[in-house]
């Protein structure tokens, strides 16, 4: 009755106990056939004993996903009683041949392992070490051999590098740069008030902002925005074989990828420092005249004296030594990215999060060197 | 077993730009056959077994797999007519960041049918339909040969145990060697599984040792479906020039 109303198609297994034990199979036992039954199934095979006699005269298709699943249920060997037909019995026969191939297991971890890796990261770092200062070195080489032979100028790269990393970035700093004034100077000004200090405002903000803030702020959207993109560029071109592609066509890599990216960099970096610094003095500004009724001229007049001069540049300089170190950390892991997409995203994140770290060991190192440097009084 | 054509385009016309690729071209593959689908470089080849599975859409036409609409019904229904075919992409297309055992698993264990010991059993057995030894399961992707990366990618499309076969290029990039134990390969695997083929090459050996029927791509149409014989004995000017080239060596052919 029940086997009525299914389809010959579905696969079916019969388990008759007692006097005969017997498990007849039906059906089409193929992987599209199984999918939707696959568990009872499993369930009824399970029931089976050595002494079943298996009986597949009613399979009309077995596959070796099928024959895997028949194998496996058998517990590895021929059952005693079996009626295959031939069909059957060879593909039963390859999937038995299949599983006596041992396949390679990944070794196991164990506690050794553990240390090994440990070491393997301290030498991993002295391997970054050493691969950085080679990148720069033969950014060196290649700068003093653009010297020489000035007509091998890079120049395409370098103006096309400029307008990714510098232009198009500039709303997005124009953006961040003002909300983050705004912020600012909101939240000084709430306490100033209270001291009734209303006009340090503008040394707080100034200072603030020129020397610090701008720079890194720009540098974090830099590393976030260019940094992840030329190392992922760079990793793509790994995968792809463009690398090799362009080592066999004899052209230098470090001249033609990296330093027109990292000459761009530090010269871009700078003039979005400014460019955010200066939205980010109006955002302040704005949010100063709103809150404080400081009247944006008392502001601009007041700035040149609360920041000497020096801060500026101090601020350039910044810029100029982050964009440089953003573009090299993003070229050294580029060109470390082995050719799968999991190194290829390991490495992304690394470059980005090294950037970052970088860029504010350095800012501590300028702030120590320069503490002498462009403070007013 | 059925009457169903496995495969059929009715009227697929595919634009791009202003550029006409197929022009109201019509198709149909019965199970069992093994199709050799030739044609210019650039002529849409590729383009049009991206249409059969459904990575592309046609500007016009309708594209039936099993005998059914390839977009119609369900997700559920519309993933499960997706594993009934296999395709081997031109270039292996393996997940360059997964093993080659993983590669051959990853369908498998999508499904989530299988045990673990199932699984390294079904993949020893796909490792050893195509030829490649179990030592060769821990190997990535990059560590291949572009031979090895045609055979992993064979045992991948396998791995579903597909009824359909589609192969961009399978022996594009192989030396002559590997390519005629590449096609014996597919040979035996056609025979084995009773599987229905699609090629796409243009290599006239390749067609003549495997191909039970050929298509002929050409202005847009398929211009001619027969055997290989009565495709070399056509008259039209395109199918002359490709055999032509074939015997003579296209250097020649350009001297003459
Ligand atoms: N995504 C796309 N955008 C624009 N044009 C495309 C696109 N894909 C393919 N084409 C064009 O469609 C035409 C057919 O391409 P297709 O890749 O199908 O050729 P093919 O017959 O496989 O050639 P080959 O034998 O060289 O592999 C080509 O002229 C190609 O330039
Ligand atoms: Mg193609």
């Known amino acids: 009755m029940e086997s009525q109303r299914t389809p010959?198609?579905?696969p079916q297994l019969e388990l008759?106990?007692?006097?005969?034990?017997?498990?007849?199979?039906?059906?089409?036992?193929?992987?599209?056939?199984?999918?939707?039954?696959?568990?009872?199934?499993?369930?009824?095979?399970?029931?089976?004993?050595?002494?079943?006699?298996?009986?597949?005269?009613?399979?009309?298709?077995?596959?070796?996903?099928?024959?895997?699943?028949?194998?496996?249920?058998?517990?590895?060997?021929?059952?005693?009683?079996?009626?295959?037909?031939?069909?059957?019995?060879?593909?039963?026969?390859?999937?038995?041949?299949?599983?006596?191939?041992?396949?390679?297991?990944?070794?196991?971890?164990?506690?050794?392992?553990?240390?090994?890796?440990?070491?393997?990261?301290?030498?991993g770092f002295a391997d970054h070490l050493v691969a950085f200062i080679?990148?720069?070195?033969?950014?060196?080489?290649?700068?003093?051999?653009?010297?020489?032979?000035?007509?091998?100028?890079?120049?395409?790269?370098?103006?096309?590098?400029?307008?990714?990393?510098?232009?198009?970035?500039?709303p997005v700093a124009a953006l961040v740069g003002f909300l983050i004034g705004v912020v600012l100077s909101y939240l000084s000004a709430l306490q100033l008030k209270a001291y009734g200090a209303d006009i340090f405002i503008v040394d707080i903000l100034g200072m603030g902002i020129i020397r610090e803030l701008g720079p890194v702020l720009v540098s974090v959207l830099v590393a976030g925005r260019s940094g992840s993109a030329m190392t992922a560029q760079i990793g793509v071109m790994r995968v792809t074989e463009e690398l090799d592609a362009l080592a066999a066509l004899g052209i230098s890599r470090t001249q033609r990828l990296v330093l027109p990216k990292v000459l761009a960099l530090a010269f871009s970096m700078p003039l979005l420092v400014l460019w955010t610094s200066a939205s980010a003095l109006l955002g302040g500004m704005l949010s100063a005249w709103l809150q404080l009724d400081l009247s944006i001229g008392f502001f601009i007049e007041t700035l040149p004296r609360a920041v000497p001069l020096p801060n500026v540049f101090i601020?350039?300089?910044?810029g100029a030594a982050f964009g440089l170190l953003i573009a090299l950390v993003a070229c050294h892991f580029g060109l470390r990215i082995k050719p799968n997409t999991e190194s290829l995203s390991a490495n992304t994140t690394a470059s980005v999060v090294t950037a970052i770290t970088l860029v504010i060991l350095v800012d501590a190192i300028f702030a120590i060197a320069t503490r002498t440097i462009g403070v007013p009084g | 077993m059925s009457t169903v054509p496995v495969v059929e385009l009715r009227?697929?016309?595919?634009?791009?730009?202003n550029k006409l690729v197929h022009d109201g071209l019509d198709l149909s593959i019965e199970s069992g056959e093994m199709v050799a689908l030739v044609g210019g470089s650039g002529s849409g080849k590729t383009t049009l077994l991206r249409h059969i599975i459904g990575l592309t859409r046609p500007a016009s036409g309708r594209v039936k797999l099993f005998g059914e609409d390839l977009f119609s019904g369900g997700i559920a229904l519309q993933r499960q007519r997706r594993r009934r075919f296999g395709v081997l992409f031109q270039q292996g297309a393996l997940f360059s960041a997964l093993t080659v055992a993983e590669n051959i698993a990853l369908p498998l264990r999508e499904l989530k049918l299988a045990t673990d010991a199932e699984l390294d059993d079904l993949v020893a057995l796909k490792l050893d339909m195509v030829g490649l030894r179990p030592d060769d399961a821990l190997l990535m992707p990059a560590e291949l040969s572009g031979g090895m990366i045609k055979r992993v990618a064979l045992a991948r499309a396998l791995a579903l145990e597909p009824e359909l076969l589609l192969l961009d290029e399978p022996t594009a990039g192989l030396d002559p060697e590997r390519s005629a134990s590449f096609v014996a390969l597919i040979r035996t695997l056609h025979k084995a599984l009773e599987l229905t083929v699609v090629l796409v090459t243009h290599d006239v050996d390749t067609l003549k040792a495997l191909a039970t029927q050929v298509a002929v791509l050409a202005d847009g149409r398929i211009v001619s479906l027969a055997s290989v014989a009565a495709t070399q004995a056509s008259d039209h000017p395109f199918i002359k020039r490709f055999f032509a080239a074939a015997v003579t060596g296209p250097a020649e052919q350009g001297a003459r």
């Open chain 1, 8 to 10: 010959p198609a579905t």
């Open chain 1, 16 to 123: 008759i106990t007692g006097e005969s034990n017997r498990a007849v199979l039906r059906g089409e036992w193929t992987l599209r056939r199984l999918s939707p039954v696959n568990s009872p199934l499993r369930r009824s095979l399970l029931k089976a004993n050595e002494n079943t006699l298996w009986d597949l005269s009613g399979v009309s298709r077995l596959d070796s996903f099928g024959a895997t699943l028949l194998w496996r249920a058998w517990g590895g060997r021929w059952p005693a009683n079996l009626n295959a037909p031939d069909a059957c019995r060879v593909v039963l026969e390859h999937s038995a041949r299949a599983a006596t191939l041992k396949l390679p297991k990944p070794p196991a971890y164990r506690f050794g392992d553990a240390i090994a890796a440990l070491g393997a990261r301290v030498f």
């Open chain 1, 134 to 170: 080679r990148l720069v070195g033969q950014l060196c080489l290649d700068f003093v051999y653009l010297l020489v032979h000035p007509g091998d100028w890079p120049l395409r790269e370098i103006s096309a590098n400029v307008f990714k990393v510098g232009v198009k970035a500039m």
């Open chain 1, 315 to 318: 601020g350039l300089a910044k």
């Open chain 2, 11 to 17: 009227g697929i016309s595919t634009r791009f730009g």
